[in-house]
Structure formats: structure tokens, C-alpha cells
């Protein structure tokens, strides 16, 4: 690992932000905050063995496969963090503890110990800033063509949380805020075309203000149709349980939507 404080992205390092169906022009508008496990190469491997790199602490497992299904189905433009969330977590605020985590599910992060404020201004600022600043921007040129954005931002949960022992038995979670509307429908319509899937409403997770940035402030804060799922990573591990729940993901917001513009006059 270089010096401290020297923290940048090089030329070989991927950009912050890689964007898939660019110029669709969609209502919808798909994020993957956790989707890569890159690091960067001034950064080495933040002292973390490579085979914690496979784990949930690294990236949601099978998420980014979802989302480019999804992306694909809905012919939506879909935002992708390709960094590890060990170097800087793109669904936090930045005064969140676990912005850059010392300490995940068990695991220490050496590279992230004793940090200043001014190294982790800067993975903040290479990273995660342009980052939201694309997606704004994508929402802004939605909403320019005349048109409600739809923000759907797709995520994967560990089935068994290491250092608790905690197992997961819910497969799908639909979760929100303040604004329930649309991840009420969405929930509606799982239930009422997939009632074999054990689906839950903000559990595992539900979305707060110091846990999520993406809903807050690109959902909520524009006052747009919004909802983050999150699909258990042990059915997205392969091609077929990624192209399984991509299917369920896309039909069922589709249908929300749907089921919600008329009622509450989204559009």
C-alpha cells in the first residue's frame, strides 16, 4: 500500500461510475451502489486476505448481474459503482461511521485504520461524489425529456451474517423511507404473482437516513418514485437464479408503477 494521504485514481483505475444503456430513454433510472470490488491500485489490497474480497463485507454478491438484467428488460440506463465498499461505501452519507469501515462483519480492514479526515475526504471525493453526481445528472436529463424519473436501486443480502450467526430466511426485501408508495406496490405485486417468494417490507433492511444516500437524496429529495430491493445473494450466485430474479424484479416494478401513477397521478 503507497503513503498515506496520497490517495488517487490513476490512469489504469476504472472510472468512479460506468453507465449501461446511456441514451435509452426510459422513465426509469437503475443504480448498483455496491455492485464492484475494485480497489484502487494506490490503495493495494488494504491489507484484507483476497478471499474476504469474495464476501458480502467486499460487494453485494450478484447484484450488479441483476441490475444489468433489469437495466436490459426495462431498456432503462443503470449507474454502477464499480469500487469495493471497503474503500468507500457510495450508499452512505458522509458523516456515516461506516463511510470507509474499519471493521466489517468481523473483519478488520488494515487500510482503513486511523484514517484522517483528509483521506477519507479524498475516496469521498474521487469516488463517491461524481458517482451521485452522474446519477443526478441522469435523472435531470429524464426529467428534461418531459418525463417522471422511476429510481430503483438494486442491492443483495448475505444470507448468514458471520459474526452473529444471524440466517436469513426472507429472498427478496423491498424497502423505503418516508415515501412508501411505490415499494408498497411493488410489494402488492410479488405477493400477488409470486406467493411462493418470502418477500419482507424493510427487513432485512430498511432504508434510514444515515444507512442509504441513494433513496434520500436522489428519491426522496426530488419527490420521484422510488424503492431500493435487495434479492438474498445465495439465488443470484449463478446465471440462472440472476436471470430468475431479474425477471421478478423488472415485471413486478413495471406492474407498480402501473398500479401507483394512476392513483396517487405520479406521471
Known sequence: MSERGSFYLGNDDPSPVEILH????????????HGGRKVPKCLGDLGV???????????D??????????????CAPLFIQPYSRLVVDCNRPPEAADLIPEVSDGTKIPGNLGLTREEQSLRFEQIHRPFHEAVSAGLDRVTARG??????????FTPIMRRTGEVREIEFCISCNRDDRLAKAM??????????????????????????????VHGE?????????????DLISDEAGQTKWAHIVSSTIRAAVERVKPRDAMS
Open 49 to 59: 486476505d483476497r478471499s474476504e474480497m469474495d464476501r458480502h463485507i467486499a460487494y
Open 221 to 233: 429529495r426530488r419527490g420521484i418514485p422510488h424503492v431500493l430491493v435487495e434479492v438474498r445473494s
Open 187 to 216: 410489494l402488492f405485486e410479488v405477493r400477488a404473482a409470486y406467493p411462493a417468494v418470502n418477500v419482507g417490507f424493510n427487513d432485512p433492511y430498511p432504508v434510514t437516513d444515515m444507512e442509504d444516500y441513494a433513496i434520500p
Open 147 to 156: 418525463q417522471q424519473p422511476v429510481l430503483l436501486t438494486i442491492h443483495s
Open 22 to 33: 446511456a441514451k435509452a430513454h426510459s422513465e426509469f433510472l437503475l443504480m448498483c451502489e
Open 61 to 74: 454478491v450478484g447484484a450488479e448481474a441483476v441490475a444489468r438484467r433489469v437495466a436490459s428488460a426495462l
